[in-house]
């Protein structure tokens, strides 16, 4: 076991390190201008779109354009959005902040065109399920020979399900109650087995009115709890926000508890965390974002990319101002520990209760949205006749991961959530002329008043 824990942490730094990171950004970089930010432009389009109702009576969909982005939110806003943001903090300091912005303004040009492909390279099962995502736009779009490259997507996807997607998730929600209001970990458990097992069971359907529900209640509640943290600390905005800027490009000296940052730190930390809660490139969301209702392609990718902005431009946002407005940055905390700190220092008593409870809905309803993603994976492996047993086998999981210990699980599903870009990455970018072609097409129907 440590021979392969050995291997795995080897693997981990390559997947997750420098190359991979420049990759990511490179790609976004490259799809951005070459879409002559287009991502940028039509961020307001794009909520705009998902408050209307497309879904039309023949429209190929399971879902309703809205409630697929909250499926993909679901399982995009989590326990990053407050554990990875404070690490990134702690390690690269306040300009990680800076760094995670700039990995959501060019991701949303890499999610745009991952839901683009999705929807455009969509199948309908045997079953009439509606499947899309990275596995069908390699398959469909690049041709049989590269098929190969959606089959090893299809496992690392499923592989990482049960660790990011699952029992972490569930470790989260068992520790953090446990810690705040002394419940056992088997009791939390058992009740995230009943709570999981009664919305699976339902399929994808169920899961979307779920997600449609708890995520915009959720977000909101973090953010107005953010927001009265931040309000309560507001003379401390204006420079807060130079020094983000400014720490950016500067090395970060030690202070207090924070041991002093490079500003490759800085880049690093920012960048892979930004990645990391937000999954531009990772191929994970377009998978929710296939089975919309719509027909043009385009719609669903303005409405997929509000992912990237949402959860990063602003719930992660939310955090790092707390945490930073509050100078708790510099205790020498971590991961949810100092953004609690940071809640309880401006809301003494109550604080931490908010982040637990923030904490668990981000985690439980992760949990959901994995699921959709790795059961479309074991789809394209195995067909229907698994969805079934697929979602019994996760549902089952829940609750050991509550009470095991994760380490390795966790080094594991890590390394494969990351493993999952290589494939989606080299897609997009063989298939880069189809979405320029797309878009070009979108901007002469924009431009000549076509909807």
Request: with cysteine; glycine share 12%; proline share 4%.
């Amino acid at each position: 076991m440590e021979l392969l824990t050995t291997i795995l942490s080897s693997v981990n730094s390559v997947v997750w390190g420098p190359l991979m990171l420049v990759l990511l950004l490179g790609t976004g970089l490259y799809l951005t201008f070459r879409m002559r930010f287009l991502t940028f432009r039509n961020i307001p389009t794009g909520f705009r779109m998902l408050w209307q109702r497309r879904e039309k009576t023949g429209d190929t969909g399971e879902l309703s354009p809205f409630n697929a982005l909250m499926t993909a939110l679901a399982a995009t806003i989590g326990t990053g959005n407050i554990a990875g943001v404070a690490t990134a903090i702690f390690t690269g300091g306040p300009g990680a902040l800076f760094w995670m912005w700039c990995t959501a303004m060019v991701g949303m040009a890499t999610k745009f065109s991952e839901v683009m492909l999705a929807v455009r390279y969509r199948e309908v099962t045997p079953a009439g399920h509606v499947v899309g995502g990275p596995m069908y736009y390699i398959k469909n779009g690049l041709g049989k020979k590269w098929a190969w490259m959606g089959v090893l997507f299809s496992v690392f996807g499923a592989v990482a399900a049960f660790g990011i997607g699952n029992t972490v998730q569930a470790n989260s929600i068992a520790e953090v109650i446990n810690g705040t209001f002394g419940v056992p970990h088997w009791l939390t458990g058992a009740v995230l087995f009943l709570l999981v097992g009664a919305v699976l069971v339902g399929g994808l359907q169920r899961i979307g009115a779920v997600a449609g529900k708890i995520v915009p209640i959720m977000a909101f509640f973090y953010i107005a709890a953010s927001l009265v943290v931040i309000f309560l600390n507001i003379e401390q905005i204006p420079s807060v926000i130079a020094f983000v800027v400014k720490d950016a490009f500067t090395p970060t000296a030690a202070t207090g508890g924070f041991a002093g940052a490079s500003v490759w730190m800085a880049i690093r930390f920012g960048v892979a965390r930004g990645v990391f809660s937000n999954e531009a490139g990772l191929g994970s969301a377009p998978i929710a974002h296939a089975s919309a209702t719509v027909r043009k392609p385009v719609h669903q990718a303005l409405i997929g990319m509000l992912g990237t902005f949402i959860d990063t431009i602003i719930v992660c946002s939310m955090t790092g101002f707390a945490i930073l407005v509050t100078g708790v940055w510099t205790s020498g905390k971590t991961g949810a520990t100092l953004t609690s700190a940071a809640f309880e220092t401006a809301l003494p008593g109550v604080g931490s209760i908010l982040v637990a409870i923030a904490l668990t809905l981000f985690a439980f309803t992760t949990i959901l949205g994995w699921c959709v993603y790795s059961e479309r994976c074991i789809v394209y492996l195995f067909g229907d006749r698994m969805l079934r047993p697929w979602r019994v086998l996760y549902t089952c999981v829940v609750p050991l991961g509550a009470v095991a210990q994760l380490d390795f699980v966790w080094l594991l599903s890590d390394t494969f959530n990351a493993l999952m870009a290589i494939p989606n990455l080299i897609a997009l970018l063989l298939l880069s002329p189809v979405v320029f072609a797309m878009v070009r097409e979108y901007v002469q129907e924009s431009s000549a008043g076509g909807k």
